[in-house]
């Protein structure tokens, strides 16, 4: 089963900016599939952030914002606040297998 | 208030079988499919299967075809996961999430996992 590669971790200072990569495969984002991203604060179910690789549903603060280009997609958040310390993961389809959702392996946001 | 309420934490023993139950509130059950997703201690998030809660029809992950039923009982609004023959691999945080479709312009969609359950812990453990 084809898996989505994010790094294990990245960090910010309060206000500043930090992306996280999501890189795929063939057979899922470089196929077309579309690119989700989920927050997982410590101890809850994991939240939806992007859809669509680049839509934040009602509610989402547009400090949120995703891109997709090729075989890969991204996750930007600006305006770093202390609260935004969470795991993040994407998500997307993969055609191999008969088809089904793959994760990525998650990204821990440590803000400095 | 539109949310999954999940059953308890549940110990079984190597071989045995583990049923969760995942009951949805303030919306129409049968409008949206559901997905079940895994997260064993330290690891990534993993889906296991799909189930279209109008008609009973599902869909599962390869590596658990043959000892993995998603089934629902729409009177009661609630879908339920059913692992079979398990092992200590199976220890994990399983989650029920909705999917919901989103529509753009042009006849775009795009779906999501837009609500979580809040989550049933299996440990498998002899």
């Known amino acids: 089963q084809s898996v989505l590669t994010q790094p294990p971790s990245v960090s910010g200072a309060p206000g500043q900016r930090v992306t996280i990569s999501c890189t795929g495969t063939?057979?899922?984002?470089?196929?077309?599939?579309?690119v989700l991203w989920y927050q997982q604060l410590p101890g809850t179910a994991p939240k939806l952030l992007i859809y669509?690789?680049?839509n934040r549903p009602s509610g989402v603060p547009d400090r949120f914002s995703g891109s997709k280009s090729g075989t890969s997609a991204s996750l930007a958040i600006t305006g770093l606040q202390a609260d935004d310390e969470a795991d993040y993961y994407c998500?997307?389809?993969?055609?191999?297998?008969?088809?089904?959702?793959?994760f990525g392996g998650g990204t821990k946001l440590t803000v400095l | 208030q539109v949310q999954l309420v999940q059953s308890g934490a549940e110990v079984k023993k190597p071989g045995a079988s583990v049923k969760v139950s995942c009951k949805a509130a303030?919306?129409?059950?049968?409008?949206?499919?559901m997905h079940w997703v895994r997260q064993a201690p330290g690891q990534r998030l993993e889906w296991m299967g799909w189930?279209?809660?109008?008609?009973?029809?599902?869909k599962y992950s390869q590596k658990f075809q043959g000892r993995v039923a998603i089934t629902r009982d729409t009177s009661a609004t609630t879908a339920y996961i059913e692992l079979s023959s398990l092992t200590s691999e199976d220890t994990a945080l399983y989650y029920c999430a909705r999917e919901v479709r989103y529509y753009g312009s042009n006849g775009y969609y795009w779906d999501a996992f837009d609500i979580w359950g809040q989550g049933t812990m299996v440990t498998v453990s002899s």
């Open positions: 998500q997307s389809y993969d055609s191999g297998l008969s088809g089904c959702w793959v």
């Open positions: 669509g690789s680049i």
């Open positions: 189930l279209n809660t109008g008609n009973g029809n599902t």
């Open positions: 063939s057979s899922n984002i470089g196929a077309g599939y579309e």
């Open positions: 303030g919306y129409t059950f049968t409008t949206y499919a």
